[in-house]
């Protein structure tokens, strides 16, 4: 599977199409208001693209030396780390705080009125200082500038920090049970790529130790970062951003269904559910504490089964 076939992933099949538009269309009018916008963003986003890559060089991957995080990172789309006990024992120290603020909100509501918001504390810049320069010096003990250099062509570094608590009867009232092997009924469940159009790269950071195959690990296909057109990309990562409703989204021309998040409208005999499967990693703390990946390629996470996972997603951007 590669870039050459468009699209790469899944599209709204037509029995699925067939139930949104009966479910309530728009009129004439708002498809054209709706298909004018989408338009419009979409020319933003290959504006910001062509930007990006007018300005900044990446290694090349014939320069790339074998072996190292940015090889993984380029050729797999996500590579892992294992920080000493003592740096680990100090990031779960510092952001405590947010992790318990977040369970003391979670249980001001009943579970079935959680919200995904309801499971975050977002820390902006200039809000936590003490938590930016943790991250700031757990990309340095990694060794992680070069590697986010290498792959972006310019100096990375936090820009925003999101803790994250996700509870397992949350994920049951919202997916339904989870198996034995970690996934919901629906095996395609909650299969995206992410609307980040620049730079396409993402830390997610285990902040306890024992996130296992029933704790909601991270999962990534693969080398899927590599399956999809620049244009289908930016298809997909539009119509995320636009936040449309699903008669919005059924108003474009068929060409321009594709979404960012795909995996819940799969059907579970599509044939390609199977090669998605067997190259997904479940990346456990077994197998590190930090995860570096693209976030072009197909992942998802979170399918807790017992307990709670606890972590911390950084976006990055560009320093200075």
């Known amino acids: ?28 009018d708002e498809c054209r208001e709706h298909v004018m916008k989408f338009a419009s963003h979409l020319e933003a986003a290959f504006r910001q693209r062509d930007h990006a890559l007018g300005r900044y060089s990446p290694t090349p991957r014939s320069e790339i030396p074998d072996d190292s995080p940015l090889r993984r990172l380029v050729d797999d789309g996500i590579t892992a780390f294992r920080l000493s006990d003592a740096t680990f024992r100090k990031l779960a120290a510092t952001f405590a705080p ?7 909100h979670q249980m001001t509501k009943p579970v079935a009125k959680l919200k995904f918001a309801d499971n975050c504390y977002p820390i902006r810049p200039g809000k936590g200082p003490a938590e930016y320069a943790m991250v700031d010096a757990l990309i340095d003990e990694l060794g992680l500038g070069e590697t986010l250099s290498g792959f972006a062509g310019t100096k990375l570094g936090p820009r925003t920090l999101n803790v994250q608590v996700t509870r397992a009867d949350w994920i049951a009232a919202h997916y339904g049970e989870i198996g034995a092997d970690g996934l919901p009924v629906k095996r395609g469940a909650y299969f995206h790529v992410d609307s980040e159009i620049w730079p396409h790269v993402k830390l997610l950071i285990y ?6 195959d029933q704790r909601g690990p991270f999962r990534y296909v693969r080398g899927s970062q590599d399956w999809c057109t620049p244009l289908e990309l ?8 636009l936040k449309a409703s699903r008669a919005q989204y059924m108003s474009l021309p068929d060409a321009f269904r594709m979404h960012a998040l795909f995996g819940d409208d799969m059907r579970p005999d599509d044939p390609r559910l199977d090669r998605y499967l067997e190259r997904e990693w479940a990346v456990t703390s077994q197998d590190g504490d930090v995860i570096l990946f693209d976030t072009n390629g197909v992942h998802r996470g979170g399918f807790v089964r017992s307990g709670e996972r606890v972590i911390l997603q950084v976006l990055l951007g560009p320093v200075g």
Not at 1 to 28: K, N, R
Not at 98 to 104: G, P, Q
Not at 234 to 241: A, C, K, V
């Open 1 to 28: 599977m590669g870039a050459e076939q468009f699209p790469a992933l899944p599209t709204v099949d037509q029995a699925v199409a067939s139930e949104i538009v009966a479910g309530g269309g728009l009129t004439p």
């Open 98 to 104: 947010h992790v318990e603020s977040i369970r003391a």
């Open 207 to 212: 902040l306890t130790r024992d996130v296992d």
């Open 234 to 241: 930016l298809i997909r990562q539009t119509n995320d951003l």
